[in-house]
């Protein structure tokens, strides 16, 4: 027996975070077991060096360090998550929400590359590292938050302003437009499910977008 993993995915300032919230609320509303999960995990010691590389200790440049590198952080942050965390509720049959996954780490430093033949070599090796030779879970369904990328930028610069920090991702302009593009390629490549965060140009209510989310997992939960 194994649960149910959804993963939330979009570029920064899209509402990862907003969006598992409510529908972590919108699931246990109707008493299914539910456990809301984000990555990086921050809380736990395994993110050290995710830390440390966000924060500009190995380069102040996303590409200062080299793709396989930096997926190597994030995916032993996610492994000692599972294993400490949420393996034992995912394998009894509970729904987990994940705000970003391995999925983030396709996205991110795929960015790194620009040959598609090269792209498509990370891309495989990352496939078999996290859900192979790391045993980590592969999604059910993966929702993008898709935003235009204008107005990550608005809501991102505005984050900032607010006394939000920003970290080495985030403070490269070019760098989120490649993340941008790169999240519309993946989610051709691997069928992700897109929902709209706009209408008109304008971001539409988080629970307008809430409304989407929970339609496009019907499916998935008709089992569940």
């Not at 952080?73 to 996954?101: M, P, Q, T």
């Not at 059910?140 to 990550?152: C, E, N």
Request: include cysteine.
């Amino acid at each position: 027996m194994k649960g149910t993993l959804i993963v939330l995915e979009g570029i920064d300032g899209s509402g990862k975070a907003t969006q598992s919230s409510l529908l972590e609320q919108a699931l246990r509303a109707e008493g299914r077991e539910v456990l809301h999960i984000s990555f990086p995990d921050y809380e736990s010691e395994s993110s050290a060096l995710v830390r440390m590389y966000l924060n500009g200790e190995f380069g102040s440049d996303p590409a200062d360090v080299n793709p396989y590198a930096a997926s190597l952080f994030f995916a032993l942050d996610r492994f000692a998550s599972f294993r400490k965390k949420w393996k034992l509720f995912y394998e009894a049959g509970g729904i987990v929400i994940a705000d970003r996954y391995t999925t983030s780490n396709m996205v991110h430093q795929m960015t790194k590359m620009d040959g598609r033949e090269e792209r498509e070599q990370f891309l495989q090796w990352l496939e078999d590292t996290e859900y192979g030779k790391l045993g980590l879970p592969r999604p059910d369904t993966v929702i993008l938050l898709d935003m235009p990328l204008a107005v990550s930028e608005v809501l991102v610069r505005r984050r900032a302003e607010a006394g939000g920090s920003m970290d080495i991702h985030e403070q490269h302009v070019e760098y989120l437009r490649r993340c941008h593009d790169a999240y519309q390629m993946l989610a051709d490549r691997c069928g992700w499910q897109r929902v709209s965060c706009t209408e008109g140009g304008q971001l539409l209510a988080p629970e307008r977008i809430a409304e989407q989310v929970r339609a496009s997992l019907q499916p998935v939960l008709m089992g569940n």
